[in-house]
């Protein structure tokens, strides 16, 4: 009789994968709305996220958002998220490979923290998050 042997790797469906607790991923930025796209910078994760938290630290409102800036629909159809004031927060527990942060006005310097919480999935197995609520 053969014996089959099985073996679970991580991978973007691997429920496993997102039920352990992940490895920190701490990172920041100022940003000047002044700069193209309202200073718009990206944050890529070196993994899948299993969850993060962005935290306004600054002085101006944010946009958080999935797609940049330059898709008209990303603001025009409000597909962000808005961090108002200084020490707002918002918790993302979403499979993402990164997001965008962006100035809410045109002038003035912002700055934002991120907390990410990262899976053993490598970044290249991440689906691109497209669609109703991102992109449309």
Do not use: K
């Amino acid at each position: 009789m053969s014996q089959t042997s099985f073996y679970l790797n991580n991978g973007i469906g691997n429920v496993g994968s997102y039920q352990i607790s992940g490895s920190p991923w701490l990172s920041g930025s100022n940003l000047t709305a002044s700069n193209a796209n309202g200073g718009e910078v990206y944050f890529s994760f070196p993994r899948v996220s299993r969850s993060f938290t962005i935290t306004n630290i600054g002085s101006i409102p944010l946009y958080i958002h999935f797609e940049s800036r330059n898709n008209p629909n990303t603001l025009g159809h409000f597909h962000y998220s808005l961090l108002s004031n200084n020490s707002d927060s918002w918790t993302y527990g979403i499979r993402s490979t990164g997001f965008y942060v962006s100035c809410q006005g045109s002038t003035g310097t912002g700055s934002v923290s991120c907390a990410v919480e990262l899976t053993g999935i490598d970044a290249r197995e991440m689906f691109p998050l497209s669609g109703s609520g991102i992109n449309d």
